[in-house]
């Protein structure tokens, strides 16, 4: 789903390092999913800043008040590959280690003494804000302790709406520790594939949402179908709920669906859909009947004056006249009738529809 294979693949990356001022881009990678004309796609930028602390470059990022322009353009370092959408708002997916003991606290406020500071660390990542933007609410301090996604004992992850962020428990090594070295690794890789594939199915609910919403601007049939063809297509290309048999990545995947309600919205969407396909069937079903009422109440009085005629075994031709002007006023009453009226009225919705 997020690689393709070598015969059509779906992801082109680039390692070089480049520095823009206080930022080191470290790689930049261009995603497709679809291979229709004109699909959209990601682009991950994986970058370092070198001085400094990370919270002013995520609100730079994140589009805050008071905040320069992030300091590269992305469009610069794709190579081609892509077109970078402007004015597109940004996941960010941040880590952060402290080199000496621990995190040092964000929020030095008195009424956030119980909020400890990885917690503060996560949530300020997250969320890509400092106090000025939006200070917590003490009392519904987040991320709450359920949202707090454990990966062991040195680092812990939140999962918010628009970022992602990951706090180191114990003081860093560098270069010589054994495991952030590899955490980092597992990071910028398969924990990014699982942000990347929410985002591509939150992309992907968001078009089938948008088709449903003008479903019943066009041909009932016709749109059933393709409802119907888009969803599997969906299903087939972006629904996974596992990316690896057990570990962090499926986790992050569950909790980014969560905040995005995209199971609840998948499964809205397959309600509404199952009730316009009864609703397609209803209205396919109640015009057949009504064909049937019209062919009905044309053909039987003519076969009542044709049996009729048969059982006289008469060549008188008043008979024969005043046989036929029975029939077809039996004809022009029965038409006239509710029932009719409203046979005739739903065939004319029909082939007004069409």
């Not at 909020?115 to 933007?133: C, H, K």
């Not at 009905?296 to 004056?305: K, N, R, S, W």
């Amino acid at each position: 789903m997020l690689y393709g294979d070598a015969h059509r693949p779906k992801r082109w990356h680039d390692p070089s390092h480049h520095t823009v001022g206080d930022v080191e881009i470290t790689g930049v990678e261009v995603l497709r999913i679809s291979d229709e004309p004109e699909a959209h796609g990601l682009a991950a930028v994986h970058l370092r800043p070198r001085n400094g602390m990370p919270i002013p470059l995520l609100r730079s990022l994140a589009g805050r008040r008071d905040t320069p322009p992030p300091p590269f353009d992305p469009q610069k370092f794709v190579d081609g590959q892509a077109i970078i959408k402007q004015g597109s708002r940004p996941f960010t997916v941040a880590f952060v280690t402290s080199a000496k003991q621990g995190l040092p606290r964000l929020y030095r406020q008195l009424r956030y003494w119980r909020w400890g500071s990885v917690e503060q660390w996560l949530w300020a990542l997250a969320s890509r804000t400092d106090l000025t933007d939006y200070p917590p609410d003490p009392k519904n301090l987040e991320p709450a302790d359920n949202e707090i996604i454990r990966l062991s004992s040195d680092w812990h992850a939140v999962v918010l709406r628009d970022g992602m962020g990951v706090a180191g428990l114990r003081a860093d090594q560098g270069r010589n520790d054994t495991f952030f070295g590899y955490a980092e690794l597992y990071l910028r890789s398969i924990y990014l594939d699982a942000i990347l594939l929410g985002i591509a199915q939150a992309q992907g609910l968001t078009k089938l949402e948008e088709r449903l919403a003008s479903a019943l601007d066009s041909s009932v049939s016709a749109t059933m179908a393709e409802l119907e063809q888009q969803v599997s297509s969906f299903r087939h290309r972006l629904w996974a709920q596992h990316l690896t048999p057990h570990g962090t990545p499926n986790r992050l995947l569950t909790a980014y669906q969560r905040q995005h309600a995209l199971c609840e919205r998948f499964d809205q969407i397959l309600t509404e859909i199952s009730d316009f396909n009864r609703l397609a069937r209803d209205d396919e079903t109640r015009h057949v009947n009504s064909a049937v009422v019209v062919f009905t109440l044309v053909t039987v009085p003519a076969g009542i004056a044709l049996a009729l005629l048969q059982v006289l075994e008469t060549k008188n031709p008043w008979l024969f006249t005043a046989v036929a002007v029975a029939c077809a006023g039996l004809t022009v009453f029965l038409l006239s009738t509710r029932s009719a009226r409203v046979a005739f009225k739903a065939l004319r919705n029909r082939f007004t529809l069409r």
